[in-house]
């Protein structure tokens, strides 16, 4: 059976051009950047590459590249550098609708006596800057905002929101893991003072990194030992994933249009085709404001985990969009931060698109999917129930 991938957002298949560029720094390749010999500095070079391409797709400059081993620890070294480097400012602001990356951490430093404050989102996600405004202090260390959601594909204005924060003084992170590679980033322009990717997310493995950290921001590393990436992160450079890393940039670069153009419009004609076929069927989020691959549509009367385990016979690779918390199926943080009705934010299915995609995929998609609807509903015991205040949604 062939596998129709629409689970990008959980990871992506690695470039084909990707695995191309790795394989020698498996093999022959293997001396390390640091060395001082020629057959080290040759491998240190290709590093200096990667950097480059990376700044480029990011509009950086390559010392503001600092390679880690994955998003969540860009988005950790972001904060705790903040917080390392202003020891008298005990207050962060966040949102409810954060990766756990981010929110586990603010958790854990509520708990440690930091003061936290988590904006809320409306029915579609969205944030409102005069509250996000109004929650910076004068003791706030960092504001770190999400880019884009990787549940709802929320676009954040992360522009506004970067300016409001340099003109009262506070340090910008965002989490850009969602976003880079799909939107158009230019650090020249983007007010940010950290930016957090990963890899997997862009065509490259899993286990690789960035924190983007603007030129002349007070930094303290989180790992110590060794004086590799100029003594912010100490530990040998994971090379092979670098040059990896460095490869996707390129390519992302290269395809950045391709994804606001046929990976948009295959989205959207699988959004239409499935929500026009299937009724009490919405779309979760901000559809003004999206990344160009996402869709979250809620089923009224089905939970997702049956629809995912339905569409996996039928080879189809998707999310729900609940937790499985302490047993039971909770609908997940971010729907719940949006007020999506119970009945809705259990049959809620995220739909997520790469370059990869193809038009038949998605037919397919179209033509299979609405039934499995149609089966569980047959059975379902939400049937009947009321839903709360589904119109207001
Ligand atoms: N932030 C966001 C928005 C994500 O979607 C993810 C991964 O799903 C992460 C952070 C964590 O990235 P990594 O898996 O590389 O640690």
Redesign the pocket.
């Given at each position: 059976m062939k596998t129709v991938y629409l689970d990008n957002?959980?990871t992506t298949r690695v470039a084909p051009e990707v695995v191309e560029a790795m394989l020698p720094y498996f093999s022959d390749l293997y001396g390390n950047p640091s060395s001082m010999h020629t057959f080290g500095g040759q491998v240190g070079r290709a590093v200096a590459g990667a950097r480059e391409q990376m700044a480029a797709l990011l509009g950086a400059r390559p010392e503001e590249i600092l390679f880690t081993s994955?998003?969540?620890?860009s988005?950790s070294t972001a904060i705790l550098s903040a917080l390392a480097t202003q020891p008298d400012k005990k207050h962060i602001v966040t949102t409810r609708v954060e990766?756990p990356?981010v929110l586990a951490l603010c958790q854990h430093l509520e708990r440690r006596g930091y003061e936290i404050t988590y904006l809320g989102v409306d029915f579609k996600g969205r944030l409102n800057p005069d509250e996000y405004a109004a929650a910076l202090r004068g003791d706030t260390a960092i504001a770190s905002v999400?880019f884009a959601n990787?549940e709802v594909g929320n676009v954040y204005p992360i522009q506004q929101l970067a300016e409001i924060a340099r003109e009262k003084g506070v340090l910008f992170h965002t989490?850009a893991?969602?976003a880079v590679g799909k939107i158009p980033m230019d650090m020249t322009t983007l007010p940010v003072d950290f930016l957090?990717l990963?890899g997997?997310?862009l065509h490259a493995p899993?286990g690789i990194?960035v924190l983007y950290i603007r030129k002349g921001t007070r930094f303290r590393p989180l790992l110590r030992g060794g004086h590799q990436e100029r003594g912010r992160r100490a530990g040998t450079e994971n090379v092979p994933y670098i040059i990896g890393l460095g490869m996707a940039a390129e390519l992302a670069a290269r395809n950045i249009d391709r994804e606001q153009s046929h990976v948009a419009l295959l989205r959207d004609r699988l959004e239409h085709g499935l929500v026009n076929a299937v009724p009490d069927a919405v779309v979760n989020g901000d559809t003004d404001s999206r990344l160009p691959n996402t869709s979250s549509i809620a089923f009224k009367y089905v939970e997702g985990e049956a629809i995912l385990l339905m569409l996996d016979r039928l080879g189809i690779c998707a999310s729900s969009g609940s937790a499985c918390t302490s047993g039971s199926l909770e609908p997940s943080h971010v729907l719940r931060a949006m007020g999506v009705p119970f009945t809705y934010a259990h049959g809620s299915v995220r739909l997520s698109l790469s370059r990869y995609t193809t038009a038949e995929e998605i037919d397919y998609v179209i033509r299979e999917f609405p039934p499995v609807i149609e089966r569980l509903r047959a059975i379902s015991p939400f049937r009947g129930e009321q839903g709360g205040p589904a119109g207001s949604r």
């Open positions: 957002n959980a994955c998003g969540t620890e988005d990766h990356a999400m990787n989490d893991v969602q957090s990963s997997h997310k899993k990194g």
